[in-house]
């Protein structure tokens, strides 16, 4: 498969390379995703407003800074940090969806276990989520 040409994206100030491929998320890197965004209490918040949406980008500023000030491999944008975000909640949802539909269900066999992953529970409790 041939790789696709990069193309630089201007969109507020922010370069954007499309079509690049980072290195994947790791367990470590997820978890410190999740503990950043934890702590900034106006991502919870689902208002749409002029206000909200402002302080939610600087909010969004501050978790890359201090994601990227960790020091892994190689920096990651705003965009690419709220859309792993957006893939992290997905699944925790898609987990927790799986997991109450087959504790509903009647019939013989044992109750499926917990969601076993703790990242998807720690996901699941933030606000908002």
Not at 12 to 32: A, C, I, M, S, W
Not at 97 to 119: L, M, W, Y
Request: proline share 6%; net charge positive; hydrophobic share 35%.
């Amino acid at each position: 498969m041939e790789s696709q040409p990069q193309q630089a994206v201007s969109s507020n100030d922010t370069l954007v390379l499309v079509g690049t491929k980072g290195q994947p998320y790791k367990f470590p890197r997820r978890e410190h995703l999740t503990k950043l965004v934890r702590n900034e209490i106006i991502l919870a918040n689902e208002s749409t407003d002029g206000k909200v949406m402002a302080m939610k980008k600087l909010a969004w500023e501050r978790v890359a800074l201090h994601f990227n000030a960790a020091g892994y491999c190689e920096k990651r944008t705003v965009y690419q940090l709220q859309k792993v975000w957006e893939r992290i909640k997905g699944k925790a949802k898609h987990k927790h969806a799986n997991v109450k539909c087959k504790s509903c269900k009647t019939g013989s066999g044992a109750a499926p276990p917990p969601i076993p992953e703790a990242s998807a529970n720690k996901v699941l409790t933030i606000p908002g989520t």
